[in-house]
T-cell receptor, first 108, second 113 residues
Framework: KNEVEQSPQNLTAQEGEFITINCSYS?????LHWLQQHPGGGIVSLFM???GKKKHGRLIATINIQEKHSSLHITASHPRDSAVYIC??????????FGTGTRLTIIP | NAGVTQTPKFRILKIGQSMTLQCTQD?????MYWYRQDPGMGLKLIYY???????DKGEVPNGYNVSRSTTEDFPLRLELAAPSQTSVYFC????????????FGEGSWLTVV
């Protein structure tokens, strides 16, 4: 069965801390997406990965194809980073399978 | 660019009523999707389309219908609304399904009472 698991489910950290959110999947994939959902509900795509590493500002996403694992890192975290971060995977077809999300809260 | 536009943003329906959620994208994307998001759950695919005139069922299609008469529009119709359809609905689009960024609408909050 094609499954996506995220950890942790909830994460609270102090402003400035380095944040890591993990995503594991069950079988080979064609692409992995990291999404951000703010309170109020809108969903924004942060990264799309099929290999290696991508960086955008304070956000870094990595993927290890052999280990079927991806991480999203946030450096110098800020309260505005508080959101739900969602991992979604293409298991080689038109459809995305979503993790249940990681709720991140950054305390000033 | 407006991106993906969904309407309405909020709606309360009575059991048995029907309604249509509208979705329009102005990016000339081939692929369009409807998802629902229940509290504490991941997004579930209701229906998707790979181009005008082509639609297919996702994981949770029961109680819904779609059409794709143009590249831009992908409306979702709820027939005979039930409390189990209370959810947040997201429309999304992408140019292709492999290695392409996916763009989401703002969401539609639907309550069935």
């Amino acid at each position: 069965k094609n499954e996506v698991e995220q950890s942790p489910q909830n994460l609270t950290a102090q402003e400035g801390e380095f944040i890591t959110i993990n995503c594991s999947y069950s079988v080979g994939i064609s692409a992995l997406h990291w999404l951000q959902q703010h309170p109020g509900g809108g969903i924004v795509s942060l990264f799309m990965l099929s290999s290696g590493k991508k960086k955008h500002g304070r956000l870094i996403a990595t993927i290890n194809i052999q280990e079927k694992h991806s991480s999203l890192h946030i450096t110098a975290s800020h309260p505005r980073d508080s959101a739900v971060y969602i991992c979604a995977v293409n298991f080689g077809n038109e459809k995305l399978t979503f993790g249940t999300g990681t709720r991140l809260t950054i305390i000033p | 660019n407006a991106g993906v536009t969904q309407t309405p943003k909020f709606r309360i329906l009575k059991i048995g009523q029907s309604m249509t959620l509208q979705c329009t994208q102005d990016m000339n994307h081939n692929y369009m999707y409807w998802y629902r998001q229940d509290p504490g759950m991941g997004l579930k695919l209701i229906y998707y389309s790979v181009g005008a005139g082509i639609t297919d069922k996702g994981e949770v299609p029961n109680g819904y219908n779609v059409s794709r008469s143009t590249t831009e529009d992908f409306p979702l119709r709820l027939e005979l609304a039930a409390p189990s359809q209370t959810s947040v609905y997201f429309c999304a689009s992408s140019w292709g399904h492999r290695g392409n960024t996916i763009y989401f609408g703002e969401g539609s909050w639907l309550t069935v009472v």
